[in-house]
């Protein structure tokens, strides 16, 4: 299976969290730039999509797993996770340091678009459960 029909098929999939995304990164730019802080909207939008990189990286690596023939042990999946997040805190950690200390604001962004994404994919849940 080719990487970028993959990769298209899990962006498509995650819609709402690439329009939540966006929402985010224009709120976090038009809150920082009437208070003359454009640079922390800037990398508030950067730790945004940092965040939604790897959401959607994810839901790759879901897709493969249910669509290839073997099946992933908790191990390679456990591994697979740590890697994909070890690969997103060394991102944000990188520009967080070569921009600091505005560039610390991607870790705002990257912690407020995981609540946010929590939070939808929380309610659906907590609704199926209370219904059963």
């Not at 080719?2 to 709402?16: F, G, I, M």
């Not at 966006?22 to 802080?37: E, H, K, Q, T």
């Not at 073997?70 to 070569?98: C, E, H, I, W, Y």
């Amino acid at each position: 299976m080719s990487a970028t029909p993959a990769l298209a098929r899990a962006v498509a999939k995650q819609r709402r969290a690439v329009i939540l995304a966006g929402v985010l990164a224009v709120a976090a730019m038009w809150i920082a730039v009437p208070l003359g802080r454009w640079q922390a909207g800037l990398f508030v939008a950067a730790g945004v999509a940092i965040g939604l990189a790897n959401h959607v990286l994810t839901e790759l690596s879901l897709l493969r797993a249910v669509d290839g023939d073997d099946m992933l042990t908790r191990k390679q999946f456990a591994m697979s996770a740590f890697v994909r997040l070890m690969a997103v805190s060394f991102v944000a950690v990188v520009v967080a340091v070569a921009f600091w200390p505005v560039g610390a604001m991607v870790f705002l962004g990257l912690a407020f678009f995981h609540l946010v994404t929590l939070v939808f994919t929380g309610l659906p849940l907590l609704k199926e459960i209370r219904k059963a």
